[in-house]
């Protein structure tokens, strides 16, 4: 839980930022109504992740909040009733992360989706290639204002390096002219890596050079930005880029996942299975185990869908406490599969593990005991539709020779 410091003399104002943090289950507010009792909790207490602050307060009519906020390290974010160019001009400088006048509802939810953004920024690598130091350092200062992790090189073939050492590094930003190799050359090198596939690209060119920017997208980068940067636009671009990025995990995450468990469903089993099918073929072999709850119907039968659901969770869960190394996933209905590329002797023991687990578990809070049937294939076959239907079958014959039970061979 992320502790968010509220500096605001209106009472209503208050009420709403309050209730608008507080809608964030990440984040707890600590309201303070003055300057004075800001003073109090930040020198009592300085673990916030972020201040949200009025520029003029009763007991501190000049802005002094902010620095007061700012010797605390504390990131903060400025509410003012009216624009003024000049005082943004001013509040920038002294490292604000952000100015936002008091207009509706919408402004608040800015400040917080800022907030939440900065919560995301402590665990997102960010890598600036630049080879001037002034230019390097001032925009990793700047990212780190926002909390992000940053990481520096001077060329791309240090950007290269630093990247395949780093395969969570998330965004780049990078200069275009570069000693050893360049931007564009840089950004064409990520986009033919496979590795990189996800990595946000954001191109730096000089103010009024449209024809780098140009040349960034078309080399493969997401976005650019000139030289020098307005504020405001920067971190909006930085921000958007990483938004749609998100999304797009999101979805993907979406497409694979089975939404009752949270494991991987049958396509993603087949998509990836194929790939361990190759990996190991004429290795070390891929071993493959199809897993089906017995008498489930009677579960939903006696206590409802609801509580079927439950057990599916429970049992889901429990696979992944002995195959969370392997490729493990719900099938369909009851059935979930486990592809494994370990040593066999290792892996049946642990499917005979689990089997025993199953029948020592309660299960949901009607307290079920319950077992399961499985079938399993581990010789070399032509196909993962082979090796699938196989154990496939060999659970079919569990089920038929009484349940309870584990066939390893016809
Ligand atoms: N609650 C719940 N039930 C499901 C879900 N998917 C399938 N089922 C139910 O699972 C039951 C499977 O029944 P059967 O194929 O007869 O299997 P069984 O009762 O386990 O019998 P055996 O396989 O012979 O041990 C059906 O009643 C389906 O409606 C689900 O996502 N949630």
Same mark, same amino acid.
């Given at each position: 839980m992320f502790k968010i410091l509220v500096v605001e003399d209106s009472q209503i104002v208050r009420k709403i930022l309050n209730k608008l943090v507080e809608d964030n289950p990440h984040f707890q507010s600590v309201l303070c109504a003055d300057?004075?009792?800001?003073?109090?909790?930040?020198?009592?207490?300085?673990?916030?992740?972020?201040?949200?602050?009025?520029?003029?307060?009763?007991?501190?009519?000049?802005?002094?909040?902010?620095?007061? =906020? +700012?010797s605390h390290n504390v990131p903060t974010a400025v509410l003012t009733g009216n624009f003024d160019e000049t005082l943004r001009n001013v509040?920038?400088?002294?490292?604000?992360?952000d100015y936002i006048t008091k207009e509706s509802r919408y402004s608040y939810m800015q400040v917080i989706k800022l907030i939440d953004r900065l919560r995301k920024n402590l665990t997102t690598k960010v890598l600036v290639v630049d080879d001037s130091t002034t230019s390097n350092s001032y925009l990793c200062a700047f990212l780190r204002k926002f909390r992000f992790q940053v990481m520096s090189a001077f060329d791309g073939v240090e950007a290269l390096k630093i990247l395949r050492e780093n395969p969570d590094i998330k965004l780049v930003i990078s200069d275009y002219m570069m000693p050893n190799m360049d931007g564009f050359e840089l950004v064409k090198a990520v986009r033919q890596d496979r590795a990189f596939q996800d990595l946000v690209f954001i191109?730096?060119?000089?103010?009024?050079?449209? =024809? +780098?920017?140009?040349?960034?997208?078309?080399?493969?980068?997401?976005?650019?930005?000139?030289?020098?940067?307005?504020?405001e636009e920067f971190f909006c671009r930085v921000l958007q880029n990483l938004e749609a990025q998100e999304m797009l995990e999101t979805i993907r995450e979406a497409a694979s996942l089975d939404s009752l468990t949270n494991t991987y469903n049958r396509r993603y089993l087949f998509e990836h299975g194929e790939a361990l099918f190759r990996q190991a073929k004429g290795e070390v072999g891929l071993s493959v185990a199809m897993l089906d709850v017995d008498d489930f119907k009677s579960v939903n039968d006696t206590y409802g869908h609801k509580v079927g659901d439950q057990l599916l969770q429970e049992f889901a869960s429990l696979m992944g406490d002995y195959f969370g190394d392997d490729l493990y996933g719900r099938y369909g209905g009851e059935e979930f599969s486990v592809m494994s590329t370990r040593q066999y002797h290792l892996f049946i023991e642990d499917i005979n593990k689990f089997v025993a687990a199953v029948r020592n578990h309660e299960f949901t809070e009607h307290r079920l005991k319950l077992t399961c049937s499985i079938g399993i294939c581990s010789e070399e076959q032509e196909t993962l539709d082979q090796l699938v239907d196989i154990a496939d079958a060999r659970m079919y014959n569990a089920k038929r020779s009484g349940k309870d039970q584990v066939i390893e061979m016809d």
């Open positions: 300057y004075a009792q800001a003073k109090a909790k930040i020198e009592s207490d300085e673990e916030y992740l972020a201040a949200i602050v009025d520029l003029n307060l009763p007991d501190a009519p000049r802005g002094e909040i902010v620095e007061l =906020m +700012l509040l920038i400088d002294k490292g604000v992360l191109g730096l060119s000089a103010n009024g050079n449209s =024809m +780098l920017s140009a040349k960034f997208i078309k080399s493969g980068a997401n976005d650019f930005l000139s030289k020098p940067f307005y504020h």
